[in-house]
């Protein structure tokens, strides 16, 4: 079946630019989840929704950043006013069950967007 | 929140030899700990998980151990070959933080 899509692959934009970055999780799949992997780190989580309620935004470096799943399927990451610190890859990861306990499934990750600043 | 530490950051091994990689993490309710492989310019890739209800879970060459009372876990290579050359991260939930990464490069 179809795994996690992410759209688009690669972004430039403009500094002050505003960006969309959306991802299509795994029909079905309950968890959905942004991370920014800058070059050479590790993922970074930026926020968590099950379905439609986010979670957890603990993650996200500013208010420029704004995550949405209206309807617990398809998410959208936005960043207003871009930054070149802004400049990574964003990943978003979906998964069958929840957090905590002993429901944790394991995530399936997109091929990520390329986001550049400049 | 969680705090996961990973360690080496960058690991060389020869062809053959076995490798391991180590993570801590802080918080103590945290009780699914997986382990993911991201080669160049791909997305991260689940290779083995283990659950805070048993200490080891092997899978032909790869097999991770948790010590719960230590609060560190890791993953063993066994035989590695060219193709397991990458970064490997290591994560710890309740809240899926992610280690800052290894690079293993297997030498032929």
């Given at each position: 079946g179809a795994g996690v899509s992410q759209s688009p692959r690669y972004k430039v934009a403009k500094r002050g630019q505003d960006v969309a970055l959306r991802c299509d999780p795994i029909?079905?799949?309950v968890s959905l989840f942004w991370y920014q992997q800058a070059l050479g780190q590790g993922p970074e989580f930026l926020t968590y929704f099950q379905n439609e309620a986010q979670?957890?935004?603990?993650?996200?470096?500013?208010?420029r950043f704004f995550a949405e799943r209206p309807e617990g399927s398809v998410s959208t990451l936005k960043i207003q006013?871009?930054?070149?610190?802004?400049?990574a890859v964003y990943l978003c990861a979906s998964s069958l069950g929840g957090l905590a306990g002993v429901g944790f499934y394991e995530q399936y990750f997109g091929p990520g967007t390329r986001l550049t600043v400049t | 929140g969680e705090n996961v530490e990973q360690h080496p950051s960058t690991l060389s091994v020869q062809e053959g030899d076995s490798a391991v990689i180590k993570c801590t993490y802080s918080?103590?309710?945290?009780n699914y700990f997986p382990w993911y492989k991201q080669e160049l310019g791909k997305r991260p890739q689940l290779i083995i998980d283990i659950r805070s209800n048993v200490g080891e879970k092997k899978d032909q060459r790869i097999a991770v151990t948790l010590n719960k009372t230590a609060k560190h876990f890791s993953l063993h290579i066994t035989?590695?070959?060219?193709?397991?050359?990458a970064v490997y991260f290591c994560a710890a939930t309740n809240d899926m933080r992610f280690g800052a990464g290894t690079r293993l490069t297997v030498k032929p």
């Open positions: 029909s079905g799949h979670l957890d935004k603990s993650g996200l470096p500013s208010d006013r871009t930054q070149k610190e802004d400049s | 918080d103590s309710a945290s035989e590695t070959q060219p193709e397991d050359s």
